[in-house]
């Protein structure tokens, strides 16, 4: 297939769609309906709405279908869901950083890429603006981290505590509760802990003993049913969405999940979970100065978030 020069400006347009209309999608992607999407944005459902078609007529692809509980994503949606949610918190990176001021006071920090798509980086213009000498760059990792080959000053990390030669200190503990779509829920009433035995439970690859250690907080040593395992923190909240079982989350990922709708807490109260999150610094740039500005900021946040969560 050949394209005149001019054709070929009209493809490269269509294939880059406006960042409003791909937030607009990610956010509804990401919670469930287009009134929560806009309530995150801060715009009417009717905004979210024209984004989302302008987006579709773009692509020539229908990427959502609504219906009386919200929406559902195509298959075509849900590719690119996974795709433009990692591109949107790549641009949030680079903005921050061009904001910015370019001075020799760099803190290259490493974070878990939930955690920071849905916790840290909405807080960051916050640290820019009260900090705008330190220049911020981020890389999202996944497990053990070495500082000196990947030139990084801290790191976020969650799990236990077993990082030597480092700094440890505690952030955040991991709160988890079962949690699936109000719909299975009412189909599979469950009113027990071991009622879960029998129930398809969605996995996440980062914490394969989750479950495990749930059910023994219960006191129950028999092995559950093993269900579908997905990488991807968002991928196990649509498959919770579309009622394919139940998932062991943590609490304060999926505040917009819960707070729409389109997550129901399938037992309560949550347990405290193996995992944590910790603050993670090589012995030598503890006394950084970014490091150190940083590490309490962090620390005066998370103590704000706890206490609007009691």
Same mark, same amino acid.
């Given at each position: &297939?050949?394209?005149?020069?001019?054709?070929?400006?009209?493809?490269?347009?269509?294939?880059?769609?406006?960042?409003?209309?791909? +937030?607009?999608?990610?956010?509804?992607?990401?919670?469930?309906?287009?009134?929560?999407?806009?309530?995150?944005?801060?715009?009417?459902?009717?905004?979210?709405?024209?984004?989302?078609?302008?987006?579709?007529?773009?692509?020539?692809?229908?990427?959502?279908?609504?219906?009386?509980?919200?929406?559902?994503? +195509?298959?075509?949606?849900?590719?690119?869901?996974?795709?433009?949610?990692?591109?949107?918190? %790549?641009? $949030?990176?680079?903005?921050?950083?061009?904001?910015?001021?370019?001075?020799?006071?760099?803190?290259?920090?490493?974070?878990?890429?939930?955690?920071?798509? $849905? *916790?840290?980086?909405?807080?960051? /213009?916050?640290?820019?603006?009260?900090?705008?000498?330190?220049?911020?760059?981020?890389?999202?990792?996944?497990?053990?981290?070495?500082?000196?080959?990947?030139?990084?000053?801290?790191?976020?990390?969650?799990? +236990?505590?077993?990082?030597?030669?480092?700094?440890?200190?505690?952030?955040?503990?991991?709160?988890?509760? /079962?949690?699936?779509?109000?719909?299975?829920?009412?189909?599979?009433?469950?009113?027990?802990?071991?009622?879960?035995?029998?129930?398809?439970?969605?996995?996440?690859?980062?914490?394969?003993?989750? *479950?495990?250690? *749930?059910?023994?907080?219960?006191?129950?040593?028999? /092995?559950?049913?093993?269900?579908? %395992?997905?990488?991807?923190?968002?991928?196990?909240?649509?498959?919770?969405?579309?009622?394919?079982?139940?998932?062991? &989350?943590?609490?304060?990922?999926?505040?917009?999940?819960?707070?729409?709708?389109?997550?129901?807490?399938?037992?309560?109260?949550?347990?405290?979970?193996?995992?944590?999150?910790?603050?993670?610094?090589?012995?030598?740039?503890?006394?950084?100065?970014?490091?150190?500005?940083?590490?309490? *900021?962090? +620390?005066?946040?998370? %103590?704000?978030?706890?206490?609007?969560?009691?």
């Amino acid at each position: &297939m050949r394209f005149s020069q001019t054709g070929s400006k009209k493809l490269q347009r269509r294939l880059i769609p406006s960042t409003a209309s791909l +937030t607009a999608f990610d956010a509804v992607s990401r919670l469930g309906s287009f009134s929560a999407a806009a309530q995150a944005l801060d715009l009417t459902p009717g905004a979210i709405s024209r984004q989302i078609a302008a987006l579709e007529e773009q692509l020539g692809a229908t990427l959502l279908l609504r219906n009386n509980k919200g929406v559902v994503l +195509t298959e075509r949606g849900q590719r690119y869901a996974k795709g433009i949610s990692d591109i949107i918190t %790549r641009l $949030r990176i680079l903005s921050l950083e061009a904001m910015a001021q370019d001075t020799p006071n760099v803190l290259r920090l490493a974070f878990p890429p939930t955690f920071g798509t $849905r *916790w840290l980086l909405p807080r960051i /213009p916050d640290y820019v603006k009260k900090h705008p000498q330190t220049t911020l760059s981020f890389s999202t990792r996944i497990g053990q981290i070495d500082f000196e080959r990947e030139e990084l000053d801290a790191a976020i990390h969650v799990g +236990t505590a077993d990082w030597p030669g480092c700094n440890h200190q505690l952030l955040l503990k991991e709160m988890v509760v /079962p949690v699936c779509s109000p719909d299975f829920l009412l189909q599979n009433p469950i009113k027990s802990p071991a009622a879960l035995l029998k129930l398809p439970l969605l996995e996440m690859a980062s914490r394969p003993q989750g *479950w495990k250690f *749930w059910f023994s907080h219960f006191g129950i040593a028999e /092995p559950h049913r093993e269900g579908m %395992r997905f990488e991807q923190f968002l991928n196990v909240s649509q498959a919770c969405r579309a009622g394919l079982g139940v998932a062991l &989350m943590p609490l304060f990922l999926i505040e917009g999940e819960l707070a729409s709708g389109q997550l129901v807490k399938a037992l309560k109260p949550p347990i405290e979970s193996e995992s944590a999150y910790y603050f993670i610094t090589p012995h030598e740039k503890t006394a950084n100065a970014g490091v150190v500005s940083f590490r309490n *900021w962090l +620390t005066q946040e998370i %103590r704000l978030f706890q206490t609007t969560e009691t």
